[in-house]
């Protein structure tokens, strides 16, 4: 089996947080130029998933729901039988009519960016939604027949106290999805936000902060019977992010669009990644030729890239599935984070793993850093 990604890199505005590929400025005539490129591209990469069946297929961007149902069926008109098909979403974005022109195009999932449940949040953010238009959006979405919807939430705000933050997971739980995402709100540069640190207009919260607000966020949500299965991700039992999955245990996808990322062991592991400009997008693919660079994955890029991947999931690291050196390394450099509490062994069905503990998953970064063989 493998994953299908489909990345929409357009916005109508940028938050102040966003550091992936995005543009402002979508025409209808460029959705059509664009999604043209799209089917285009899936057909010049037929070989690239060297025939695993596609099971998942996810949209994302930007903003994929500023494109038409229509056009979103385009995309996925040559897949079917998917087990996962996931939209991200504004909420202000889904009205009943676009709601229902996602169920007739196949889609199953969506993930909403909703961030924040506080209005003067959501505008520091520069999002264009607002909290009253976030319940809306996912009844819309359940009366339509989306039954498994995923949203994202933003902790760590400049002065946000726990209790603030208590009051966004106390609202995300009454709404009663099957699905939660939560970040730390991150500095990065390039970003209009790190650009008002700089210039100390904001003030980064405290790590005893963002742990307390961390350490709140498992305790509400496992305590409200979500599975905590990755480091930043929450389900309820059997609806954990299939699509996802693919990034953390080595299932290999195709990316399509500018930006996108690819991975595939076909006929070697290499992974790509497509160039992150629109306009030379469209123009190379309408010329035939895939505007990506590629690279040729060694033992060694193998290893760390299980190291960044699977140690982010609750399961973690199959030790037997490594060849001897790199096993004999990992449990080496693992020792000391053993003894810390912050990494521990278990047997899961005659089977050795290495994962993070609790205590591990607030430094995870730390740890894994130790991990990786330079």
Known sequence: MAGLYVHIPFCKSRCIYCSFFSTTGLTPLLQEQYVDALCKELSL????????????????????????????????????????????????????????????????????????????????????????????????????????????????????????????????????????????????????????????????????????????LIDRLTGAGYEHYEISNFALPGKRARHNAAYWDGTPYLGIGAGAHSYTHYPTPSRQWNVSNVAEYIDSIKRGIIPCDK??????????????????????????????????????????HIRRGTLCTETIDGRQFLHLTRKGLFISDDVMSDLIKI
């Open 45 to 216: 990469r037929g070989d690239y998933l060297n025939g695993a069946p596609v099971n998942t297929l996810y949209i994302g961007g930007g903003t994929p729901s500023l494109l038409s149902p229509h056009s979103i069926g385009r995309i996925a008109e040559n897949f079917h039988d998917l087990v996962e098909f996931t939209v991200e979403c504004n909420p202000d974005d889904i009205t009943p009519s676009f709601a229902s022109g996602l169920v007739e195009m196949g889609v199953n999932r969506v993930s909403m960016g909703v961030q924040t449940f506080s209005d003067s949040r959501l505008s520091f953010l520069r999002r264009r939604h607002s909290a009253s238009q976030i319940p809306q959006a996912i009844e819309h979405l359940r009366q339509a027949g989306i039954d498994n919807i995923s949203i994202d939430l933003i902790f760590g705000f400049p002065d946000q106290t726990l209790q603030e933050w208590e009051d966004d997971i106390s609202k995300a739980l009454s709404l009663r999805v099957q699905h939660l995402s939560a970040y730390s709100l991150s500095y990065e540069q390039g970003t209009a936000l790190y650009n008002m640190l700089s210039r100390e207009d904001v003030r980064e919260i405290s790590d005893d902060e963002s742990l307390a607000m961390y350490d709140t």
């Open 295 to 336: 690279e040729q994955l060694d033992e060694d890029t193998q290893y760390n890239d299980i190291i960044t991947t699977a140690l982010r999931t609750s399961t973690g690291i199959c030790t037997d599935a490594l060849d001897e050196p790199h096993r004999t390394y990992l449990l080496s450099q693992a020792t000391k």
